[in-house]
């Protein structure tokens, strides 16, 4: 594949709901450019965006995939997105790195989910997009229908570009609404004597929306003068790239209908990295913002938007150059780590395929195998001019699993492996719960979890059990408690002896635990003070309630006695442990919860639905707030309610909900549902002890 300037080059990302057929468009795109010999299927894993196994047993996308191809002397980068929401994080990579959205919708579904969705997040980055209406040609698909849903939804800025000839089985081609002029194949005629009307209705839109991108243009349309196609197309391409006309084109992927002219339209309308937005870096020498140059002769900034772990060729690492150029065996520096990074040989990706070249130049997107040091987010830059990008901002994950290694042999492989899939994924997370001293994994939903234990199998021959996670409770007092703890044991030889008076004492929700002393007149020497307090922190990981951590109190050693040769420091720690024990019983011990903060944003017509469902789940409502169409509620909730809430919101809202999750406080748990929490902890104990016993 030939080297291209920046002005040749179209960075385009296809997304919409799952299954509006962006993986069948990226195929056709191929086939037309005659990158490919025949049009791949992702049924019959004929796919070249499809590769992952993963993706080919469910038949659906989970990763982005870099497809690009080469026509009248450009190159289209186009990056194939997941349209699960489960997904959403590979959607965020490809949007930093994209110039426009071709937002992808279904003729007969119209605006779904994934729509709102995708939209809301190039909302975000203010990201130039295009609409295609896709599968005209299938049974009960309404193209007027979906157009009209789209200007409800997304307003005024809509305008259609061309109007399908036929539908259903009978689609066989469009009208340009521009040129006037019908295209059935690659042969352009005469308007249909139906839809002369009807294209002029949509010419006089276009016109107003095209119109309002110039202050030239607009002084001709309030003039009452109409616009020449050449001024069309120049509001058209304006108004694209400021964002304020959004064209709406039609066309089946799947029969390869209207994809030839979206090569035509990528090359004269779409913004090239140079009309893009321009990208600013941090300068950490400086500590200056710069705006980046596309061009190869700037100082290098590249930004690692996606890894990929591959068993067999190690780490894969996608990135976009921004400004200079990378070249294959050379050297660029991190400027996360500092570290200068050995670029081997450079790749273009198509799918799995990977073409070599010499040199990604600014605005292109490459990929380098076996880096050690790289990860998602990272920037290459120039030993002497260190440049950061800002990192993508990420999701946080809402459904958690606990994971258990199958045998010995995964337990041995299951940290290499995690931390290998973790670098794949940025809206993975896990880590170790100390309180419940489980291994703790995070994603966006249950498909994003699956996948993600699947692939360990698949990849790194890593098998782990999955299972919904203990919550972290913990245990505190209420009041204050005085309490002797005392070891005595006499037995031949050298007896032991420690003796401690101590106070407990409640301190506010966050406080820990603290330590102090107020002995007088050496009750306790000095030497062995230091053994209560380690004595005492030993003991409140296992509290008196249900063997949680107790947290949020103040132990005082305030008296006490010792024997000048019995005493030692493990006598005193033994006797702090028995204080804790008899003195949290007697200050009015209490089970505490995590409630966390949940940010919930829905349509209209679904808010009773969830704020009676979050009654029921002990939730209280912090606010609600509106946001166009959607709903935003605000509220408070424990988390032994919310675990499976991913699954619940979904099924409640038929997937148009979604949510946000972190971690507030603990509160008390009600003494009802605390006394249940207490029983099944001694059960599990007993059994413990009982295993423990039989070994």
């Known amino acids: ?139 009960n698909a309404d193209h007027d229908r979906v157009l009209a849903q789209l200007r409800e939804r997304f307003g005024k800025s809509v305008v259609s570009l061309q109007i399908p000839i036929g539908t259903e089985a009978d689609f066989k081609g469009e009208v340009n609404v521009v040129n006037r002029k019908a295209f059935i194949g690659e ?51 304006l108004g694209l790239k400021q964002g304020t006309l959004v064209p709406v084109l039609c066309g089946s992927a799947g029969q390869n209908i209207g994809v030839s002219y979206l090569l035509k339209f990528f090359a004269d309308y779409l913004p090239s ?44 690492t996608y990135f976009r150059v921004y400004s ?87 337990l041995d492989k299951m940290g290499a492996a995690l931390t290998r ?81 101590i106070r407990f004492e409640p301190m506010p929700r966050n406080a820990g635990f603290e330590f102090t002393e107020e002995i007088f007149g050496g009750s306790v020497p000095h030497s062995f003070i230091p053994a209560v307090e380690k004595g005492m922190r030993e003991i409140l990981g296992k509290g008196v309630l249900a063997g949680f951590p107790t947290i949020d109190f103040r132990a005082v050693l305030y008296d006490g006695s010792y024997h000048a040769v019995d005493s030692s420091e493990i006598a005193f720690k033994l006797a702090a442990h028995k204080a804790f024990k008899t003195g949290i019983p007697l200050a009015g011990p209490v089970l505490l919860e995590p409630v966390m903060n949940v940010s919930i944003t829905v349509p209209d017509n679904f808010m009773g639905d969830v704020l009676g469902d979050l009654n029921a789940k002990r939730g209280r409502v912090q606010g609600m707030d509106q946001k166009g169409v959607w709903s935003v509620v605000t509220a408070q909730a424990p988390l032994a309610e919310l675990q499976r809430y991913a699954t619940d919101l979904r099924s409640m809202t038929q997937g148009r909900g979604y949510f946000t999750l972190e971690f507030s406080h603990y509160d008390p748990v009600p003494s009802h549902i605390a006394s249940q929490i207490i029983e099944r902890a001694k059960k599990e104990r007993a059994g413990e002890e009982e295993e423990e016993s039989e070994e």
């Open 1 to 139: 594949m030939n080297e291209y300037k920046a002005d040749r080059i179209r960075n385009i990302v296809l997304v919409g709901h799952s299954s509006s057929g962006k993986t069948s468009l990226a195929e056709a795109l191929l086939f037309n450019t005659g990158a490919v010999t025949r049009l791949g299927k992702v049924d019959d894993t004929t796919s070249v965006s499809d590769f992952d196994p993963e993706e080919q047993r469910r038949k659906i996308s989970i990763n982005t995939s870099l497809i690009p191809c080469e026509w009248n002397g450009y190159k289209i980068n186009l990056l194939d997105t997941p349209g699960y929401m489960d997904f959403a994080g590979e959607v965020k990579s490809a949007l930093r790195v994209a110039e426009c959205a071709i937002v992808v919708v279904d003729a007969v579904s119209g605006v779904e989910v994934g729509t709102e969705l995708v939209w809301q997040y190039a909302d975000e980055i203010k990201l130039p997009r295009m609409i295609l209406i896709n599968k005209v040609d299938r049974e």
């Open 187 to 237: 042969k352009d005629g005469d308007i249909p004597g139906d839809l002369s009307a009807r294209v002029e209705e949509e010419r006089a839109k276009l016109m107003e929306v095209a119109a309002e991108s110039d202050d030239k243009l607009i002084e001709k349309f309030i003039g009452g003068e109409e616009l020449t196609d050449d001024e069309m197309k120049t509001g058209l391409k």
């Open 324 to 410: 200079g150029a990378l070249s294959s065996n050379s050297t660029a520096q991190n400027s996360r780590s500092g570290n200068t990074e050995r670029i081997g040989q450079l790749y273009i990706l198509r799918g799995k395929e990977q073409i070599t070249i010499a040199k990604v130049n600014a605005g292109d997107i490459g990929a380098i195998a076996k880096l050690q040091e790289t990860a998602t987010g990272d920037t290459f830059c120039d030993k002497a001019h260190p440049l950061v990008l800002p990192k993508v901002v990420y999701p946080n994950p809402v459904y958690s699993v606990s994971l258990t290694p199958k045998t010995k042999t995964d």
């Open 273 to 316: 990295p140079l009309d893009g937005k321009p990208a600013v870096a941090k300068n950490p020498a400086t500590g200056k913002d710069e705006t980046l140059a596309v061009n190869e002769a700037a100082p290098l900034a590249a930004f690692v938007f996606k890894t990929m772990a591959d068993p067999f060729v190690g780490k894969l």
């Open 421 to 501: 899939l973790v670098e794949e994924d940025p809206t993975l997370r896990v880590y170790r719960e100390h309180d419940t001293a489980e291994t703790i994994m995070s994603g966006m939903g249950d498909s994003h979890v699956d996948v993600a234990v699947r692939r360990l199998k698949q990849k790194f021959g890593v098998e782990l059990l999955t299972g919904v996670p203990k919550i972290p409770y913990k245990e505190t007092i209420t009041k204050i408690a005085k309490v002797q703890g005392r070891h005595k044991k006499q037995s031949g030889g050298r007896g032991q002896f420690g003796d401690t008076w």
